[in-house]
């Protein structure tokens, strides 16, 4: 039987989402919690590999066991994996159905703040420089206008292709902090983080519009701006077909959900 494994985890303390030797990863803490459970080990397959110190609101592993996931399982699940780590549902899924292939886009937030505080040191990047909005507006807009993202792939990825088909890019205000929100059907490797970086330069006025899309058709990725630090990227949302995993059960985490509000 297959499962969809729907997590959600501060990435502060990993090395990243996927499991790697000698490392204390997202992947590896699950894993190492149903193998506690069950006695015997449960191999995961992940969605999205976010970097080390990305955090996400929502990810999905699937993974395959020989019985009916028993219902006070992820009571226990919770109870054994560390407090930055929670498995939000356990659903059970077609047995062809897999976490990666089959989701039809993905949704990411970067979170910046201008006023010291100390209670986002570790989920958002202090930035206080003065930043025109409009500006940072018009270089995420454009950013739907293409598709070949190479500039803004990092090097000796594994990726078959860098084309991209973004449906959202746009920044908003939320109480002292700036959020870029991009949705797309695939991302590549520090692509986010890639895209906030260059489009704050652009917000700074270092670097106009025609250059930065000039950056985009350069297919270049010596030309973007890779420096933003991965502590205020999210993963917000997986989606997938609803043959997959029925709409309810697939509903998007509020943005809101770091001031404590759902």
Known sequence: MRYFLEVSYKGTNYAGFQIQKNAVTVQGEIEKALATIFRLNVNL???????AGVHALQNYFHFDIDFEWPGQTLYNLNAILPNDIVIKAVTHVP???????HAISREYSYYIYFLKNPFLIETAWFYPYKLHIEALQEAASSIRNYTNFTSFSKRN???YTNLCTITKSNWLHDNDRLIYNVKSNRFLRGMVRGLVGTMLQVGR????????????EAHDCTKANFSTPAKG????????P??????????RVSL???NGKR
């Open 45 to 51: 397959t992940g969605a999205s590999r976010t970097d």
């Open 95 to 101: 047995d062809n159905a897999h976490c990666r292939f």
């Open 157 to 159: 990825t594994q990726a």
């Open 205 to 216: 006025g270092t670097l106009s519009l025609y250059n930065f899309n000039n950056i985009i």
């Open 233 to 240: 990227l999210f993963l917000t949302a997986v989606e997938y």
């Open 242 to 251: 609803s043959s997959i995993l029925p709409p309810d059960s697939q509903k």
């Open 256 to 258: 809101s959900v770091l």
